[in-house]
Structure formats: structure tokens, C-alpha cells
């Protein structure tokens, strides 16, 4: 089914989102397309870099899953569904964010995205003559509350990365990641636990400054 919305300053163009099985093995259609049609006429698929900020947030706000009340995504930004993707209260992601979300993507409160970030839930098999076949399958990536995500990471197919983590610039994820790690590199691997420590230091060991009396 398609739809026409009129989305701020847009018109947006929603083709149903096909049900998609984590982890089902399917033929590599697309089962949704979705486009923007600005005031000049321009149609384009939602990379939402041409958009002023109010349209691009309605815009999200009815491509997204769920969405919470204040988040704000940089453009451009590029997804395959969108209605996969489920975001917490208090989203950012810097420019540059790609989500293949053949699968669902659970993103919690007060999360984090640098710019680059890209979550990919979708893979096609290793040996050559099924992949060749188009066969691809999805499996849903989850980010917990309160994680920062640097500049360029990667996450891969059926990842959870645990609340409060921090992964670092340039990782590419391919295991979970547990709960208050610092975690980076390719592949991602726990580097320590965040703990209160940490809450005096705002880069290394440079220390908050003390309030003045
Ligand atoms: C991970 C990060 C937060 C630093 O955490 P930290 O605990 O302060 O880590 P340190 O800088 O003390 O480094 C600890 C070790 O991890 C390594 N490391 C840090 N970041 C790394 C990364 N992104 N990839 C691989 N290794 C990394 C360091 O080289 C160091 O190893 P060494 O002791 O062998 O030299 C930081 O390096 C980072 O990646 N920040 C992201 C910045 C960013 O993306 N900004 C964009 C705006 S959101």
C-alpha cells in the first residue's frame, strides 16, 4: 500500500514495510520504498540532507518505528525501512548515519551516534552460490540506553551493546559488548569497565574543574 503524508514542508512517500523474520533467509527484495517530494518538486529517497531541520524531524518522526519526544538526527541520514527502528527519549546521531534495518533496531534512551556511525542488521550467506542465488537475512541489532557510539563505528548483525557502554572511534562490532565497557578496535573488544572513577575526569585523567567558591 502506499501513502502520500504531507510532512512539514514535504510530501512524503511510504510504500508498506514488508514483515520481516530476524534471521529468516529471504530473497533480497526490498519490500518498502520511500521518498521525499520537497516544495520545488524534487523527489529523492530520504537522505533528508535537503530538508530544513522541522521537516526532517516529522519526517523521521513518521519513517522511525518509534521516536522519542527530543532527538535530533544530523542529515544525511539513510535507512532501508525505518519502521524498524526504534529510538529511546534523548537520540542524537551526527552526520553521515546509515541503518539497514531489514531487521529491527532497538535504540535506548540518551544514546549517542558520531558521525559515520552505521548499524547493518542484513548479511548474505558466505558460500558464493546461494549468496549469487540473492539470498540475504537479517538479525535485529540492539544499543542500550545511555551508549555512545564514536565517529565511524560499524555494528554488525545480531550485536547488543549494553547500557552505558562507549565504543570507540572507527570499531567495527561484530560481538556484544557488555554493559559499562569501553570497548574498541576491529574487531571490538572491551578495553575496561567504566566505573565512578570516571566521573571525575572528562578525557583521560584531565579532572572536571572545581566549582569556584
Ligand atoms: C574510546 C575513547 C572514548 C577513549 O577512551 P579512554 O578510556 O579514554 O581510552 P584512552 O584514550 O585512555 O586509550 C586506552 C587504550 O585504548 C586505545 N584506544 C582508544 N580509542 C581507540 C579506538 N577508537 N580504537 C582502537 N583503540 C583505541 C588507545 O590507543 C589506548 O591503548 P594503549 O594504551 O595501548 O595506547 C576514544 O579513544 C574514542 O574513540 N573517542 C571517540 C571520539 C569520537 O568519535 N568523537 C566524535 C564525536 S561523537
Not at 24 to 45: C, E, K, N, S, Y
Not at 75 to 80: H, Q, T
Not at 101 to 107: L, Q
Request: with cysteine; glycine share 10%.
Amino acid at each position: 500500500m502506499t501513502c502520500v503524508e504531507a510532512c512539514g514542508e514535504s510530501q512524503v512517500v511510504f510504500v508498506e514495510a514488508a514483515a520481516v523474520g530476524a534471521g529468516v533467509a529471504r530473497p533480497a527484495v526490498r519490500g518498502t520504498l520511500h521518498a521525499v517530494v520537497t516544495p520545488d518538486g524534487r523527489v529523492h529517497f530520504p537522505v533528508l540532507a535537503l530538508e530544513p531541520a522541522r521537516s526532517r524531524d516529522a519526517i523521521l518522526r513518521r519513517l522511525f518505528g518509534r521516536i522519542g519526544e527530543k532527538f535530533f538526527v544530523e542529515p544525511p541520514f539513510r535507512c532501508d525501512y525505518g519502521s524498524n527502528i526504534a529510538v529511546g527519549e534523548n537520540f542524537y546521531a551526527n552526520y553521515d548515519c546509515v541503518v539497514l534495518d531489514c531487521a529491527v533496531v532497538t535504540i535506548g534512551d540518551n544514546v549517542l551516534f558520531g558521525p559515520g556511525v552505521h548499524i547493518y542488521t542484513a548479511g548474505h550467506p558466505a558460500h558464493p552460490e546461494p549468496r549469487n542465488a540473492g539470498i540475504e537475512y537479517a538479525m535485529p541489532v540492539t544499543i542500550g540506553n545511555n551508549v555512545w557510539l564514536g565517529g565511524g563505528v560499524i555494528v554488525t548483525p545480531g550485536v547488543t551493546i549494553g547500557e552505558n557502554a562507549v565504543i570507540g572511534a572507527g570499531s567495527v562490532v561484530t560481538r556484544d559488548v557488555p554493559p559499562s565497557a569501553i570497548a574498541a578496535g576491529n574487531p571490538c573488544r572491551a578495553l575496561r569497565t567504566i566505573t565512578d572513577e570516571d566521573r571525575k575526569f572528562y578525557f583521560r585523567r584531565l579532572p572536571f574543574e572545581e566549582p569556584s567558591r
